[in-house]
């Protein structure tokens, strides 16, 4: 495991796409963490709205102005990948008691499978709390106006 004195953690997510809600997580851990890597999972059994491709173009974008932060894929275990990428924390965001609830659940988890990694939640700020990647996509899919809820960088087309 790494030397905990560097602080790197994985944020990750499917980030389809990224929202404001992710980006204040981020914009608000920076200066936590001396690497955040913000890693993009693979899920095979899921089918995402926006090709990885394009959600690894929009996040590289959004993150180009943060020298600390740099952006991967993955498949597989999070924990794995923590493991693989010598990172100490696992960064979580949540919205409201629901999202906590899960997230716990899954941190205790992955504290059995990974016991020296940490997972660290951060509460959006109540401006984004209601910002849901689900939501989003179905404003898209339906030709709505998403741009308020979404970082700048990120442009349809």
Request: aromatic share 10%; hydrophobic share 45%; glycine share 8%.
């Amino acid at each position: 495991m790494a030397d905990h004195s560097f602080k790197r953690a994985v944020f990750p997510g499917s980030f389809d796409p990224m929202t404001l809600g992710h980006l204040n997580i981020l914009q608000r851990s920076i200066s936590l963490f001396d690497e955040i890597i913000v890693a993009v999972g693979v899920n095979g059994a899921k089918a995402p709205m926006f090709p990885l491709e394009k959600r690894m173009e929009w996040l590289r974008i959004v993150c180009k102005p943060f020298p600390t932060v740099r952006v991967e894929a993955f498949e597989g275990l999070t924990s794995s990948f923590c493991i693989e990428q010598d990172a100490g924390f696992l960064l979580r965001g949540v919205r409201n008691g629901g999202d906590f609830e899960y997230e716990r659940t899954i941190a205790q988890m992955t504290k059995v499978l990974e016991p020296k990694l940490e997972t660290i939640i951060l509460f959006t700020d109540p401006e984004f709390a209601h910002i849901h990647s689900n939501v989003v996509r179905e404003i898209v899919r339906n030709h709505g106006d998403a741009s308020s809820f979404l970082p700048r960088e990120i442009e349809w087309g």
